[in-house]
């Protein structure tokens, strides 16, 4: 069947992270050359529910190599001011605005980047508009179901492990511990991999149990040999005393956050040795993409603009592993991914004597 779409509406939503121009680069040259006019929709949904939203035609000469090495976002991201509108709306109401927007601006197929919070308000567009749609997850989190790796995630882990290495320099020469608080919302991903990249002697996530007492003789057992020690902790992993830590923005905002600052004291005031804290924020978010995000955003885009061109519609694209897969958008839409107890990272963090809480692997060690 012959390809239909003339127009396609390119959304980068919610948070960025490393990959995302690299990936509009490839939707804009891979349209480019089926002549398909790719239009750039800034700041996702809530950009498309403004009165005049802002539509950018991105030609192939926008669309250059040194694209690829800029993080952020060219078509921004989530901005407070802009979403602000969105909360005095229903449902029904976000949807008939986007659908009239998209009618206004001839959009005749959409692709959205997004995580588990934009890919929710998008499913819910989806109800009431015939306009096919095709998802690429992105996430630092990792925590988007059905592909083993979102977009941006590999590059924050090699952020955050660039970091750890660091940290584990400057912990060594002074003979302290340093705990590394990061991001990843409620999952673990990024303080597992980064944690097991770089060598931390524990990592906390928040999806694994731990004993407060094993914890800390382990980080003694540690420091006893080596003279220092680096912790990985979530930034929702559980305190000791099993809240989460969350702190206020500036804006009024509630996070996760100040889990670093408070596992530091914790561990000062149980082993006495001298401890500090460090906390990676947006800096795993930054900058370009490592090799591994390069190909999958020009894996994911060039797939995405072919899902449409073939009539697939509301589906999302995917990294099995191996190959891009497209799957049903509608099988994803409002869960979370999160780290399992036989997650072989967590294993082979285990066998490499990384303290993880009570693993399956730490108590089958322990039969
Ligand atoms: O979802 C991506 C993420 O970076 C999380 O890891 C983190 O908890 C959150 O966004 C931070 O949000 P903000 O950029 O609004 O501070």
Redesign the pocket.
């Known amino acids: 069947m012959k390809s239909t779409i003339k127009r396609i509406g390119l959304i980068t939503s919610g ?1 960025d992270c490393p990959g995302l121009n690299a990936l509009i680069r490839t939707v804009v040259q891979s349209a480019a050359q089926k002549n398909i006019d790719v239009i750039g929709l800034p700041h996702g949904i809530p950009g498309l529910i403004q009165d005049h939203p802002q539509a950018l035609a991105l030609d192939a000469s926008y669309a250059s190599a040194q694209m690829i090495q800029r993080g952020g976002s060219r078509l921004g991201g989530f901005i407070r001011k802009i979403y602000a509108p969105l909360d005095a709306l229903t449902e029904q109401e976000i949807a008939e605005r986007v659908v009239s927007s998209l009618k206004v601006l001839g959009i005749d197929g959409l692709i959205a980047t997004g ?1 588990d919070g934009s890919f929710a308000i998008i499913s819910g567009i989806l109800q009431h508009t015939d306009v096919p749609f095709v998802g690429i997850p992105k ?3 990792n925590d988007v179901p059905g592909t083993v790796y979102a977009l941006g995630f590999q590059s924050a882990v090699s952020n955050a492990a660039d970091a750890l290495m660091k940290v584990a320099d400057t912990a060594e020469t002074h003979q302290r511990i340093i705990v590394v608080e990061t ?3 409620e999952a673990g991903f990024l303080p597992l991999h980064a944690g097991l990249a770089a060598g931390a002697d524990a990592i906390l996530l928040p999806e694994i149990p731990y004993d407060a007492n094993d914890f800390i003789t382990h980080i003694r057992t540690i420091y006893a040999a080596q003279k220092y020690a680096v912790v990985v902790v979530s ?1 929702s992993a559980k305190l000791p005393a099993g809240e989460v830590s969350s702190i206020n ?1 500036p804006d009024g ?1 509630a ?2 956050g100040g889990s670093g600052e408070k596992f530091a004291h914790y561990i000062h005031a149980c082993t006495g040795i001298n401890t500090r804290h460090c906390v990676l924020g ?1 800096i795993q ?1 930054g900058g370009a993409p490592n090799a591994f995000d390069s190909v999958l955003a020009a894996s994911f885009g060039t797939q995405a603009v072919k899902s449409l061109c073939v009539h697939q519609k509301n589906v999302f694209v995917s990294w099995n592993g191996y190959s891009v897969d497209v799957k049903d958008f509608t099988s994803i839409t409002g869960q979370i991914k999160r780290v399992l107890p036989t997650t072989l990272e967590l294993r082979a963090a285990n066998s490499l004597g990384i303290y993880c809480g009570t693993t399956i692997e730490s108590t089958a060690q322990e039969r």
């Open positions: 948070g995580g996430t630092i989190d991001m990843g919302r930034e923005t905002q996070r996760f947006h978010r």
